[in-house]
Every structure is written in C-alpha cells, then in structure tokens.
C-alpha cells in the first residue's frame, strides 16, 4: 500500500474489555513498530518485529499488552483488562530495514472509559 | 532527568518568520538525531535525519547538532501557515539500535497568516 495502515481509527472501550489494534505496513517493509503516545506527550516505543520475530518488547508496560505479526506482514497489539491509563494514540511504524528511516501510521485512538 | 527535554511550547509566530525549535538530552551515547513533523491526528513524519556534528539543510529546514553541548536545534526560515504543526526531535543510539527512537515530547507551533 501507499502507507502505514492502522485499524481502527478510533476505538472506545469499558475497563475490563479486552482490545485488538490492527497494523498493515508498507509493502515489503522488513521492520514494524509499535510506539505508545499519550495525551501531550511524544511516541514511546513499545516493541519491534523483525519479519515475524519479535526482537524487542521492552517497551511493554505489562503483560496485559501483547502483539504479534505471525507471518511477518500484518501486526496486532492486543491490550487485556484494559484500564483508563491505557488511553492514549497507538502508533504503528515500519521501515524497509533496521537502520532505515521509520514510516507512521495516523494511529488508534484508544479511550478507555 | 529525561533522556531528551523540549520545551513543548506552544510557539505561535507570524507567517515569514524564523523559527528555533530546541531539544537538549543527557546520555552522551546517543548518536542519531531526527525531526519529526506530527499534524493533529496524524502520524509523525520524518522531516530530517542526521547523525554528526554540524549543520544538514532541507529547502527551508535546517537541523543543527551540537554534540558538545549535547544540543540539537531545527531551524525554519520563511515560515508559512502549513508549517503549523508538532514537531518532535527524535534520537537514536548507535550499533544497531536507531530503530528505539526517544522522542522529545513535542512542541506545538502555530504560523500566524
């Protein structure tokens, strides 16, 4: 595709609901990004895929955040029991190799009610 | 103290007008500087990338880096209402690992026609 698609745009969820946030890369695109931005703040990563391997979840806050890109092309971040400090955009990023520059999505808005 | 500081503004200037956008951060390591341009609800998009001391010039952006002083600095000339936006400085440390950007936290920039 021409960009970083993200699904949904926006997305309302009760405490407690569990949520799946969907990414599509660019085409071809080796490297995918998950980065967290809260209200007036900047993006903070959360984890990175390689293909289908993820190389790096550091960022997760908790193990109710989970995500996955089976076969190396589309991503899901999956946040549980979600709770109001969970509202924030979810960014998607990806990038053609490691050291390439990173391409963003517009972000899920995630609210937490 | 955060890894990188900016002053998140809100900067409102006149259409034409030079503008100076700062950010300063604390672990020396750190080797890959990036600006961001973030419109409302939308993803960040990458404006200029550097990796060394200096000057790098882009039409009408300059990215300054000050390693030193530990100091990185975007310049705009002839600034114009489509230039109002976030903008958020982004680094990267070295060997692999760019791809963990530590975003500023942004600063909100309102050109005035």
């Known amino acids: 595709g021409a960009g970083v698609s993200q699904s949904p745009r926006y997305k309302v969820a009760k405490r407690g609901q569990d949520v799946a946030l969907r990414c599509d890369p660019i085409s071809g695109h080796v490297s995918l990004f998950w980065y967290q931005q809260a209200l007036g703040q900047g993006p903070e990563f959360l984890t990175y895929?390689?293909?289908?391997?993820?190389?790096?979840k550091s960022g997760l806050p908790s193990d109710r955040f989970f995500a996955e890109r089976p076969e190396g092309s589309v991503s899901t971040l999956k946040i549980q029991r979600t709770q109001q400090e969970d509202s924030a955009v979810y960014l998607c990023?990806?990038?053609?190799?490691?050291?390439?520059?990173?391409?963003f999505g517009n972000g899920t808005r995630l609210t937490v009610t | 103290q955060k890894e990188v500081e900016q002053d998140p503004g809100p900067l409102s200037v006149p259409e034409g007008a030079i503008v100076s956008l700062n950010c300063t951060y604390s672990?020396?390591?750190?080797?890959?500087f990036m600006w961001y341009r973030q419109y409302s609800r939308k993803g960040p998009e990458l404006l200029m990338y550097t990796y060394s001391s200096g000057n790098k010039e882009d039409g009408r952006f300059t990215a300054q880096v000050d390693k030193s002083s530990k100091y990185i600095s975007l310049f705009i000339r002839d600034s114009q209402p489509s230039d109002s936006a976030t903008y958020l400085c982004?680094?990267?440390?070295?060997?692999?690992?760019?791809?963990?950007?530590?975003f500023g936290k942004g600063t909100l920039l309102t050109v005035n026609p």
């Open positions: 672990n020396s390591a750190f080797q890959y």
């Open positions: 982004a680094i990267a440390l070295p060997g692999g690992s760019n791809y963990k950007l530590t």
């Open positions: 990023a990806s990038s053609l190799e490691r050291e390439s520059p990173l391409h």
């Open positions: 895929f390689q293909n289908e391997a993820q190389l790096d």
